[in-house]
Structure formats: C-alpha cells, structure tokens
C-alpha cells in the first residue's frame, strides 16, 4: 500500500523569498510517479510538478521545483520567489505507474504568503 | 478542447434525498477517476471506470453510494439517502489511458447535505 506524508499542516512566507513544503512516501513499487497540486480557495485541483521514480533529474516548471531524494523517499516542492497568489493548499500524491492512474495524496499544506 | 466538466458545481441534498453528480471527460479520454475531499483534508481514492465498467472500486463506501460511465453521454457518481458525513468535494478525473498517462482534474462537486 502507498501512503504520502506531509508534516506542515500550515506555513508562513514572505513575499518574494522561496518556501519548501516537505513530502515522504512510502511504497514498495519500483516504478511510481509523484505529484504536486495547488488547491486554491476557489476549490480547483491544479497542477503544478510531476516526477517520475526514474527520472535522474529533478523536475522544474517555471518557479516550482521537485527536491527528489529517492534514497530518503522524500519529495519536496520548491517554490522560489514567493507571490500572494500562491496562498493555497497544496498537496503531494503519489502513483503506482503500473497498476492504473489512481492517486494517493497527502493531507495537504496550507501556504500563506506574507506580503 | 473542453476540461474535465462536473455539473453541478454546488449540490445541496435534505437528509435522505439522493445525489447525482456527474461528470464528462476530457474529448478522447476513455478512463474516469472520482475522488472524495472531507473538510481539510487530501482526497481520497474513490472509483476508477473506464467505458461501461467498473476497473477499480476498492475506495467507494459498501452501500448507498454507486458509479457508472455509460457507453454514451456523462460519467454518474450517485448517493443515495445521504446523511450529513457525505457533505464532501467530490472530484472527477480523466485520463487517455489506463496507466502511466497524466489525470486532468475537474473543478469538483461540493455537496451540502442539511
């Protein structure tokens, strides 16, 4: 069974420094794909990173990064230069890449921005 | 090309009434995933169909809550006599293929049940 971890039920901020927001997993699949989401307070799912168990190197999108530790099971999202509209849940899944595309997710950090 | 549609946005349901919530995929995807958020927390795994079948129903509750993806038109999540601990975003996801391909979110169901 895959279980995701995320320790900081909430977080402060301030504007325009960088944040990271810790996730663990567990899991016994070799091949497995992680996520990051952003919940805005509207309520949409929107993604932000993905990182496949194989990839070597760790993922970018624009100011979002993935600090993937595969030895340590961990993988944190990097947000640099923090803006107000990043203020939102943002959660941290994990998928066995070979058994469907069902997600397990973490209970989620709230990100507060700081202007 | 249209996201992942669920209608309605916002469903309020009497004790006892049933839900319907429904879902249209992504044009071309064939696999749809429901997911359940309570009240601060991650979502949670509810059922995965793809065309007429149920592959995947390991997350949905024993009884009053059912789901199907007809041959033609939306995929239903339906729950019958709710009680207030079904008051929930409800999530649905789709995807071209069954495994290893990405899953697009719609903007979710907020149940309400009074």
């Known amino acids: 069974a895959q279980k995701i971890t995320q320790t900081q039920p909430g977080m402060f901020v301030q504007e325009k420094e960088a944040v990271t927001l810790d996730c663990t997993y567990d899991?016994?699949?070799?091949?497995?794909?992680l996520f990051w989401y952003k919940q805005p307070s509207s309520g949409e799912m929107i993604f932000l990173i993905y990182?496949?168990?194989?990839?070597?190197q760790n993922a970018t999108e624009g100011r979002y990064s993935l600090n993937f530790q595969k030895a340590r099971k961990s993988a944190n999202l990097v947000i640099s230069a923090s803006q107000l509209g990043d203020s939102a849940m943002y959660f941290c899944?994990?998928?066995?890449?070979?058994?469907?595309?069902?997600?397990?997710f973490g209970g989620g950090t709230r990100l507060m921005v700081k202007p | 090309n249209a996201g992942v549609m669920q209608n309605p946005r916002h469903l309020v349901r009497r004790r006892g009434q049933e839900a319907r919530l429904r879902c249209s995929p992504m044009?071309?995807?064939?696999?749809v995933y429901w997911y359940r958020q309570l009240p601060e927390e991650g979502l949670k795994f509810m059922v995965y169909?793809?065309?007429?079948?149920?592959?995947?129903e390991s997350g949905m509750p024993k009884e009053r809550f059912s789901a199907e993806f007809p041959k033609e038109g939306p995929s239903i999540l339906r729950i019958q006599q709710v009680v207030r601990g079904d008051s929930a975003a409800y999530f649905c996801?789709?995807?071209?293929?069954?495994?290893?391909?990405?899953?697009?979110f719609g903007q979710g169901t907020r149940l309400t049940v009074v």
């Open positions: 996801a789709s995807s071209y293929q069954g495994s290893n391909t990405e899953a697009f």
């Open positions: 899991t016994s699949d070799q091949s497995y794909g």
């Open positions: 990182q496949g168990s194989y990839d070597e």
């Open positions: 899944a994990m998928r066995d890449n070979n058994a469907g595309n069902m997600l397990t």
């Open positions: 044009k071309g995807h064939s696999h």
């Open positions: 169909l793809q065309k007429e079948n149920i592959i995947d």
